[in-house]
């Protein structure tokens, strides 16, 4: 029986890792150790550490390759190497 406490979400693979990307950019070690900042702080580390368990290694590379797809198109901005 499913768990009535969790959100079961179903979306693509690279959706999800879009989002935990843009969310990274701003909730991160960098981010003060404020408490009001606790709460997403702990979100987006849950949402973290349930694509890590659950992604498998085909959804890995349907990820990469939607991913290598949309910089040659212009949809998603390159990693800029530092």
Same mark, same amino acid.
């Given at each position: 029986? #499913? +768990?009535?406490?969790?959100?079961?979400?179903?979306?693509?693979?690279?959706?999800?890792?879009?989002?935990? $990307? %843009?969310? !990274?950019?701003?909730?991160?070690?960098?981010?003060?150790?404020?408490?009001?900042?606790?709460?997403?702080?702990? #979100?987006?580390?849950?949402?973290? %550490? =349930?694509? &890590? !368990?659950?992604?498998? +290694?085909? =959804?890995?590379? =349907?990820?990469? #390759?939607?991913?290598?797809?949309? =910089?040659?198109? &212009?949809? $998603?901005?390159?990693?800029?190497?530092?």
């Amino acid at each position: 029986m #499913a +768990d009535k406490t969790k959100v079961p979400i179903e979306m693509k693979p690279y959706n999800a890792i879009t989002v935990l $990307s %843009f969310c !990274r950019e701003f909730i991160n070690d960098d981010l003060c150790d404020e408490y009001k900042f606790q709460a997403i702080k702990e #979100a987006v580390d849950e949402l973290e %550490f =349930q694509l &890590g !368990r659950n992604l498998t +290694d085909d =959804q890995w590379d =349907q990820i990469h #390759a939607e991913n290598e797809i949309n =910089q040659l198109i &212009g949809k $998603s901005p390159e990693k800029k190497l530092k």
